[in-house]
């Protein structure tokens, strides 16, 4: 089974999210989690991947933009267009208080 | 293969480019204003709508053509969908088309007073300058997708 964590980057709170998912964020302290902050790999615009579960659950990141609240609609539809199921592919948008804000704030030059 | 033609309301400009495909539209000849609202989903889509994937048709080549409307996701819907086909291992069975690179202002402008204010008697009229200004444009990335259909 594949999940994806849609937020408006791949490498903010959707990593985040993914991680929390799997069961290995032991810190608060984010900015030692690969991928976190890396705006090089979110640019890329392909899914991250973060990793497999106990279960054996791979698990992915993706920054959708601002409005990554269609993501998990349009996988969807794709996922049943090709005759997958929910067991194969998940996909779930996370936001966090301040998601746009965030968003704009990320994309400004240093 | 499954082709998915997108721009922001999956009304317009993705709905044109389908029919076009579809070969609904003559290429060579921008439609009539009563053609053009004749189009299954042309200037008609809802709110609700967006964030869904839906069929226009299957092409003379047996392709099946769907419209997208992605709001401002511009090329990451494109990303996203060739992504998760990978991830599906069905990369090789659709092409993800961005229309929003052959969009004019008159059909952003038209397309928003139409849909978004629901403005009709204004908007359209508008929308169909901007629509019979951006036809060949639109025309043009139809057939570099088709071309890229028998690849």
Same mark, same amino acid.
């Given at each position: 089974? !594949?999940?994806?964590? &849609?937020?408006?980057? %791949?490498?903010?709170?959707?990593?985040?999210? /993914?991680?929390?998912?799997?069961? =290995? $964020?032991?810190?608060?302290?984010?900015?030692?989690?690969?991928?976190?902050?890396?705006?090089?790999?979110?640019?890329?615009?392909?899914?991250?991947?973060?990793?497999?579960?106990? !279960?054996?659950?791979? &698990?992915?990141?993706? %920054?959708?933009?601002?409005?990554?609240?269609? /993501?998990?609609?349009?996988?969807? =539809? $794709?996922?049943?267009?090709?005759?997958?199921?929910?067991?194969?592919?998940?996909?779930?948008?996370?936001?966090?208080?301040?998601?746009?804000?965030?968003?704009?704030?990320?994309?400004?030059?240093? | 293969?499954?082709?998915?033609?997108?721009?922001?309301?999956?009304?317009?400009?993705?709905?044109?480019?389908?029919?076009?495909?579809?070969?609904?539209?003559?290429?060579?000849?921008?439609?009539?204003?009563?053609?053009?609202?004749?189009?299954?989903?042309?200037?008609?889509?809802?709110?609700?709508?967006?964030?869904?994937?839906?069929?226009?048709?299957?092409?003379?080549?047996?392709?099946?053509?769907?419209?997208?409307?992605?709001?401002?996701?511009?090329?990451?819907?494109?990303?996203?969908?060739?992504?998760?086909?990978?991830?599906?291992?069905?990369?090789?069975?659709?092409?993800?088309?961005?229309?929003?690179?052959?969009?004019?202002?008159?059909?952003?402008?038209?397309?928003?007073?139409?849909?978004?204010?629901?403005?009709?008697?204004?908007?359209?009229?508008?929308?169909?300058?901007?629509?019979?200004?951006?036809?060949?444009?639109?025309?043009?990335?139809?057939?570099?997708?088709?071309?890229?259909?028998?690849?």
């Amino acid at each position: 089974m !594949n999940v994806i964590f &849609v937020g408006p980057t %791949g490498v903010h709170h959707a990593l985040i999210a /993914a991680h929390i998912f799997m069961g =290995d $964020l032991h810190s608060n302290d984010y900015r030692f989690v690969e991928h976190y902050d890396d705006k090089e790999a979110d640019l890329k615009g392909d899914l991250l991947y973060v990793g497999e579960d106990a !279960n054996g659950v791979k &698990v992915y990141a993706f %920054g959708a933009g601002a409005n990554y609240e269609l /993501a998990p609609a349009i996988i969807a =539809d $794709l996922r049943d267009l090709f005759g997958f199921s929910e067991e194969e592919l998940v996909a779930r948008a996370v936001s966090i208080p301040g998601n746009l804000l965030f968003y704009g704030l990320n994309y400004l030059p240093p | 293969m499954k082709i998915i033609y997108h721009c922001y309301g999956g009304s317009h400009s993705s709905v044109l480019a389908a029919a076009l495909h579809l070969k609904m539209l003559d290429p060579a000849r921008p439609p009539a204003f009563e053609d053009m609202m004749l189009l299954p989903y042309f200037d008609k889509t809802r709110n609700i709508d967006f964030g869904t994937i839906r069929h226009m048709g299957t092409d003379d080549l047996g392709h099946e053509v769907y419209v997208l409307g992605k709001k401002n996701m511009g090329d990451r819907c494109t990303a996203m969908i060739m992504s998760v086909a990978r991830l599906l291992g069905v990369e090789h069975e659709v092409i993800a088309v961005n229309c929003m690179s052959r969009v004019n202002l008159f059909m952003m402008i038209g397309g928003f007073i139409s849909r978004r204010l629901g403005w009709t008697t204004i908007g359209r009229p508008i929308l169909f300058r901007g629509t019979r200004d951006a036809f060949r444009n639109i025309a043009n990335l139809v057939e570099i997708t088709r071309l890229k259909t028998m690849q």
